[in-house]
């Protein structure tokens, strides 16, 4: 399934960090879900530059789909608009104020493609007999 974001926002799948953090906050307080902890300098960096853009302008936004324990109800994906994010290098830290969206803000336009089958050749039994 693509999904297509209302007015150009970014949409950024949690799952891209999963392997770069070693824990992350989605109920911090003041709207504020931590990805937090980055492993390495260098995980740090590339959460700060995916994120980082959206201070520059206050119309620049994220929508980060979460799947991440925690993040919202088990086995579901969450939606989460960010607004704006602070970092600590010091700590390795990406604070990220935001708000849980619900699915219809989000999702007016999206495809869905359920992929190519071949049709396979009916069994001997079930071919037309002639009389």
Same mark, same amino acid.
């Given at each position: 399934?693509?999904?297509?974001?209302?007015?150009?926002?970014?949409?950024?799948?949690?799952?891209?960090?999963?392997?770069?953090?070693?824990?992350?906050?989605?109920?911090?307080?003041? +709207?504020?879900? !931590?990805?937090?902890?980055?492993? @390495?300098?260098? $995980?740090?960096? =590339?959460? /700060?530059?995916?994120?980082?853009?959206?201070?520059?302008?206050?119309?620049?936004?994220?929508?980060?789909?979460?799947?991440?324990?925690?993040?919202?109800?088990?086995?579901?994906?969450?939606?989460?608009?960010?607004?704006?994010?602070?970092?600590?290098?010091?700590?390795?830290?990406? +604070?990220?104020? !935001?708000?849980?969206?619900?699915? @219809?803000?989000? $999702?007016?336009? =999206?495809? /869905?493609?359920?992929?190519?089958?071949?049709?396979?050749?009916?069994?001997?039994?079930?071919?037309?007999?002639?009389?």
């Amino acid at each position: 399934m693509t999904l297509y974001a209302p007015d150009g926002i970014s949409i950024v799948q949690m799952e891209r960090f999963e392997g770069l953090t070693s824990a992350v906050d989605c109920k911090g307080d003041d +709207a504020a879900m !931590s990805l937090a902890l980055f492993k @390495s300098k260098q $995980a740090y960096n =590339y959460g /700060l530059k995916t994120s980082q853009y959206i201070n520059e302008d206050d119309d620049q936004q994220i929508l980060l789909i979460a799947n991440h324990e925690g993040c919202g109800p088990a086995e579901q994906k969450s939606r989460i608009r960010v607004i704006s994010v602070t970092e600590d290098s010091a700590d390795l830290t990406i +604070a990220m104020r !935001s708000k849980v969206i619900k699915w @219809s803000d989000v $999702a007016g336009l =999206y495809d /869905l493609d359920f992929g190519k089958a071949a049709l396979q050749q009916p069994s001997q039994r079930l071919r037309t007999r002639s009389f």
